[in-house]
């Protein structure tokens, strides 16, 4: 079995690329295939708490987020430098890393995809 | 040593359907058995579609993908997910969605992530072109 990472690092709201990733990431999980995540960029704004997307805007992927751990997905990583400090509207289930923790991390898998 | 390839960049809006097919060309020349599958994901999948024209002074890549796979017998897998939500219907599939019309190009094939996951399993390593 290999370790993975999946980056998410595109806007949830613009392009289908971040749901994709995330359906990688359960249907690794699924296959009980060890997968984390790492957030930067425009995909952070899936952990704003406070957000209620129409039809044609897509899907509310942060929805997801809450049911990670029913598929052992534990590990969402996020750098300390993006840390949102409206910690009311935003999503607590992330660990910050420093710049070489996240430098690092990506060394520390198999295989890394980025969505 | 064996690849998997994972693409996942648009064939009009990237160039990784392109690279990952002079990638191909090169590994395979080298290495006739080299490459166990290709799997196609995200807006990779139009790569699949029968019915694209290309202008005729520009590369049919659909078909440049089916000429190399087709030589060393390769597998060629869309995200079945991927694929249908964007138009690209298998025959099988065109009969449950009760569709008149199919546009899965041949040598292409429809599959789940579980394929994916199989593939990264069974090669050494896995490479993804966006």
Known sequence: ?115 | MQYTLLITGSPYQSKACHTALRFMQAALKRYPDCIKGVFFYEDAVLIGNKLNQPPRDEIHLTKAWQNIAKKYDISLYLCIAAAVRRGIISEDESRRYELNQHSLAEQFQLEGLGTLVELMNTTNKIIQFR
């Open chain 1, 1 to 115: 079995m290999k370790n993975t990472l999946i980056h998410l690092n595109s806007s949830p709201y613009s392009s289908l690329s971040c749901k994709e990733g995330l359906d990688l990431a359960l249907v690794l999980a699924t296959f009980e295939q060890a997968v984390d995540l790492c957030l930067s960029g425009a995909a952070l704004s899936i952990l704003g708490t406070n957000q209620s997307p129409e039809v044609e805007q897509g899907k509310n992927l942060h929805k997801l987020l809450e049911g990670l751990e029913f598929y052992d997905i534990e590990n969402i990583f996020i750098q300390e430098s993006h840390l949102n400090s409206n910690t009311e509207h935003t999503w607590q289930g992330t660990q910050a890393l420093n710049e070489t923790e996240w430098n690092q991390m990506f060394s520390n898998y198999q295989q890394v995809f980025r969505f």
